[in-house]
Protein backbone atom coordinates (compact mmCIF):
# COMPACT_ATOMS: atom_id res chain seq x y z
CA UNK A 1 0.00 0.00 0.00
CA UNK A 2 2.80 3.04 0.82
CA UNK A 3 4.58 1.35 -2.16
CA UNK A 4 1.06 1.74 -4.21
CA UNK A 5 0.63 5.79 -2.32
CA UNK A 6 4.39 6.48 -2.78
CA UNK A 7 4.00 6.11 -6.79
CA UNK A 8 1.31 8.26 -6.71
CA UNK A 9 2.49 10.96 -5.26
CA UNK A 10 5.66 10.63 -7.27
CA UNK A 11 3.69 10.51 -10.63
CA UNK A 12 1.66 13.32 -9.47
CA UNK A 13 4.77 15.30 -8.70
CA UNK A 14 6.17 14.58 -12.21
CA UNK A 15 2.78 15.54 -14.36
CA UNK A 16 2.54 18.71 -11.87
CA UNK A 17 5.85 19.42 -12.77
CA UNK A 18 5.75 19.16 -16.59
CA UNK A 19 2.63 20.75 -16.79
CA UNK A 20 4.12 23.57 -14.42
CA UNK A 21 7.08 24.32 -16.87
CA UNK A 22 4.72 23.82 -20.02
CA UNK A 23 2.75 26.24 -19.07
CA UNK A 24 5.78 28.40 -17.95
CA UNK A 25 7.26 27.91 -21.26
CA UNK A 26 4.01 28.94 -23.14
CA UNK A 27 3.54 32.28 -21.40
CA UNK A 28 7.06 33.56 -21.74
CA UNK A 29 7.05 32.07 -25.33
CA UNK A 30 3.09 34.31 -25.47
CA UNK A 31 5.66 37.28 -23.74
CA UNK A 32 8.40 37.26 -25.91
CA UNK A 33 5.61 37.53 -28.95
CA UNK A 34 4.41 40.68 -27.47
CA UNK A 35 7.62 42.31 -27.52
CA UNK A 36 7.56 45.11 -29.75
CA UNK A 37 10.09 44.50 -32.21
CA UNK A 38 13.75 46.87 -32.13
CA UNK A 39 12.23 49.20 -34.88
CA UNK A 40 8.69 49.74 -33.70
CA UNK A 41 9.65 50.93 -30.11
CA UNK A 42 12.52 53.13 -31.40
CA UNK A 43 9.69 54.82 -33.70
CA UNK A 44 7.31 54.66 -31.39
CA UNK A 45 4.59 52.85 -33.37
CA UNK A 46 1.29 52.31 -32.11
CA UNK A 47 0.04 48.75 -31.71
CA UNK A 48 -1.78 49.54 -35.05
CA UNK A 49 1.16 50.75 -36.83
CA UNK A 50 3.54 47.61 -35.25
CA UNK A 51 0.97 45.69 -36.90
CA UNK A 52 0.51 47.46 -40.20
CA UNK A 53 4.53 47.35 -40.54
CA UNK A 54 4.20 43.58 -40.05
CA UNK A 55 1.91 43.44 -42.75
CA UNK A 56 3.30 45.74 -45.43
CA UNK A 57 6.09 43.20 -45.25
CA UNK A 58 6.56 39.99 -43.88
CA UNK A 59 9.71 38.80 -45.54
CA UNK A 60 11.67 41.19 -45.01
CA UNK A 61 13.54 39.85 -41.48
CA UNK A 62 13.70 36.33 -42.90
CA UNK A 63 15.01 37.90 -46.82
CA UNK A 64 16.92 40.22 -44.96
CA UNK A 65 18.98 37.64 -42.74
CA UNK A 66 19.32 35.10 -45.80
CA UNK A 67 20.72 38.10 -47.30
CA UNK A 68 23.00 39.11 -45.05
CA UNK A 69 24.28 35.64 -44.61
CA UNK A 70 24.87 35.48 -47.92
CA UNK A 71 27.29 38.90 -47.86
CA UNK A 72 28.74 37.72 -44.56
CA UNK A 73 30.08 34.62 -46.85
CA UNK A 74 30.88 36.59 -49.93
CA UNK A 75 33.29 38.90 -47.52
CA UNK A 76 34.56 35.84 -45.28
CA UNK A 77 35.42 34.32 -49.03
CA UNK A 78 36.99 37.53 -50.48
CA UNK A 79 39.48 37.74 -47.33
CA UNK A 80 40.59 34.71 -47.67
CA UNK A 81 41.41 35.02 -51.59
CA UNK A 82 43.16 38.13 -50.28
CA UNK A 83 45.23 36.21 -47.63
CA UNK A 84 45.83 32.97 -50.25
CA UNK A 85 49.27 33.59 -52.07
CA UNK A 86 48.21 31.11 -54.76
CA UNK A 87 45.09 33.35 -55.81
CA UNK A 88 44.96 34.38 -58.91
CA UNK A 89 43.79 38.05 -60.23
CA UNK A 90 40.41 36.71 -62.03
CA UNK A 91 39.48 34.69 -58.80
CA UNK A 92 39.85 37.68 -56.41
CA UNK A 93 38.16 40.05 -58.74
CA UNK A 94 35.53 37.60 -59.42
CA UNK A 95 34.55 37.02 -55.68
CA UNK A 96 34.61 41.49 -55.39
CA UNK A 97 32.25 41.23 -57.82
CA UNK A 98 30.24 38.28 -55.92
CA UNK A 99 30.84 40.68 -52.63
CA UNK A 100 29.24 44.18 -54.60
CA UNK A 101 26.26 42.32 -55.85
CA UNK A 102 25.47 40.77 -52.48
CA UNK A 103 25.80 44.07 -50.99
CA UNK A 104 23.76 45.48 -53.89
CA UNK A 105 20.36 42.75 -53.50
CA UNK A 106 20.64 43.69 -49.54
CA UNK A 107 20.84 47.50 -50.11
CA UNK A 108 17.88 46.81 -52.65
CA UNK A 109 15.84 44.78 -50.19
CA UNK A 110 16.06 47.37 -47.14
CA UNK A 111 15.31 49.96 -49.87
CA UNK A 112 12.32 48.18 -51.10
CA UNK A 113 11.18 47.60 -47.11
CA UNK A 114 11.68 51.17 -46.39
CA UNK A 115 9.51 52.30 -49.30
CA UNK A 116 6.97 49.93 -48.10
CA UNK A 117 6.65 50.94 -44.52
CA UNK A 118 6.88 54.39 -44.99
CA UNK A 119 3.46 55.26 -45.76
CA UNK A 120 2.62 53.76 -42.61
CA UNK A 121 4.76 56.21 -40.58
CA UNK A 122 3.47 59.38 -38.56
CA UNK A 123 5.50 62.54 -40.18
CA UNK A 124 7.32 62.59 -37.53
CA UNK A 125 8.58 59.19 -37.88
CA UNK A 126 9.25 59.09 -41.15
CA UNK A 127 11.62 61.95 -40.63
CA UNK A 128 13.25 60.26 -37.99
CA UNK A 129 13.31 56.68 -39.60
CA UNK A 130 14.83 58.18 -43.03
CA UNK A 131 17.15 60.73 -41.11
CA UNK A 132 18.65 57.83 -39.68
CA UNK A 133 19.09 56.37 -43.28
CA UNK A 134 20.17 59.64 -44.49
CA UNK A 135 22.64 60.25 -41.77
CA UNK A 136 24.39 56.52 -42.87
CA UNK A 137 24.39 57.40 -46.38
CA UNK A 138 26.29 60.83 -45.61
CA UNK A 139 28.57 59.06 -43.22
CA UNK A 140 29.41 56.70 -45.48
CA UNK A 141 30.07 59.12 -48.39
CA UNK A 142 32.32 61.57 -46.36
CA UNK A 143 35.20 58.46 -45.16
CA UNK A 144 37.73 58.48 -47.48
CA UNK A 145 40.89 56.60 -46.80
CA UNK A 146 43.07 59.39 -45.94
CA UNK A 147 40.84 60.70 -43.41
CA UNK A 148 37.86 62.69 -45.32
CA UNK A 149 37.56 65.94 -47.32
CA UNK A 150 39.13 67.89 -43.93
CA UNK A 151 42.02 65.76 -43.72
CA UNK A 152 40.29 64.86 -40.09
CA UNK A 153 39.74 60.80 -39.39
CA UNK A 154 36.59 59.20 -39.73
CA UNK A 155 35.70 59.02 -35.76
CA UNK A 156 36.22 55.55 -33.95
CA UNK A 157 38.38 54.40 -37.12
CA UNK A 158 42.15 53.86 -36.95
CA UNK A 159 43.42 54.63 -40.50
CA UNK A 160 46.97 52.60 -41.69
CA UNK A 161 50.06 53.48 -39.90
CA UNK A 162 51.60 55.65 -42.55
CA UNK A 163 48.28 57.68 -43.04
CA UNK A 164 48.79 61.12 -41.38
CA UNK A 165 47.32 62.12 -38.05
CA UNK A 166 44.88 65.51 -37.43
CA UNK A 167 47.67 67.43 -37.17
CA UNK A 168 49.59 66.44 -40.95
CA UNK A 169 52.31 64.17 -39.30
CA UNK A 170 53.20 60.97 -40.84
CA UNK A 171 52.50 57.96 -38.95
CA UNK A 172 55.46 55.23 -39.37
CA UNK A 173 56.24 55.13 -43.21
CA UNK A 174 59.25 56.55 -44.93
CA UNK A 175 58.57 60.01 -45.71
CA UNK A 176 56.50 61.05 -42.94
CA UNK A 177 53.23 62.49 -45.16
CA UNK A 178 53.25 65.87 -46.44
CA UNK A 179 55.95 67.34 -43.74
CA UNK A 180 58.57 65.49 -45.08
CA UNK A 181 61.71 67.12 -46.36
CA UNK A 182 60.79 68.76 -49.98
CA UNK A 183 57.18 67.58 -49.50
CA UNK A 184 54.67 70.33 -48.88
CA UNK A 185 56.76 72.72 -46.33
CA UNK A 186 58.31 75.50 -47.07
Known sequence: MLRRT??????????????????TVSI?????????PPLARWLGLSAQQAEDVA?????????????????????????????DPDATSDQITGQVETVIAAQDKLTRRVTKHLLAIR??????????LMGLCAEGV????????????????????RGPPWQEDAGGRGRGRRGGGDNAPGRGQP
Do not use: M, N, Y
Not at 28 to 36: D, F, K, M, T, Y
Not at 119 to 128: D, N, T, V
Not at 138 to 157: C, L, N, V, Y
Open 6 to 23: TSLVIGASVLAGLGAFLF
Open 138 to 157: REAAQWRWRGGADGGEHPGR
Open 28 to 36: RGAALRAQR
Open 55 to 83: KADPAFEKDAEALKADLHASRLKLASLLE
Open 119 to 128: PILAAEQQKQ
